[in-house]
């Protein structure tokens, strides 16, 4: 069973920076695709952005490639998203979501097996 902890969202004007965190425990993270995903009232949950770090493969979705960096820290079990020049659009609540498998699966086919359970990251003026 892989146990997701999500922290680090909050609110910031447009333009501004967060950097979220995911806490990961229960099985090696290295052997993990690992994504974060967002989801606004009414909408469906979607991929941002999934690493693994076994085989180095990143996968971002249009939109955040040029502003959103994920990594992973596999000594600290961590897997982190950084946000950069953030748009009132990035506003949802955003969840990390772990499976087995590649980076590309997890965010293509969105099927994972594991869900932290959210943190709200508002982007207003």
């Known amino acids: 069973q892989l146990q997701l902890v999500e922290s680090g969202g909050g609110s910031v004007q447009p333009g501004g920076s967060l950097r979220l965190s995911c806490a990961v425990s229960?099985?090696?993270?290295?052997?993990?695709?690992i994504g974060w995903f967002r989801q606004t009232p009414g909408s469906e949950r979607d991929a941002v952005s999934c690493i693994r770090s076994l085989d180095d493969t990143i996968y971002y979705i249009e939109g955040v490639k040029d502003r959103f960096t994920i990594s992973t820290d596999n000594g600290n079990h961590t897997v982190y998203l950084q946000m950069n020049n953030l748009e009132p659009g990035d506003t949802a609540t955003y969840f990390c979501a772990g499976a087995l498998g590649t980076a590309e699966r997890l965010c293509v086919l969105q099927s994972p097996h594991y869900w932290g359970h959210g943190t709200q990251v508002t982007v207003s003026s």
């Open positions: 229960g099985h090696t993270i290295q052997y993990y695709a």
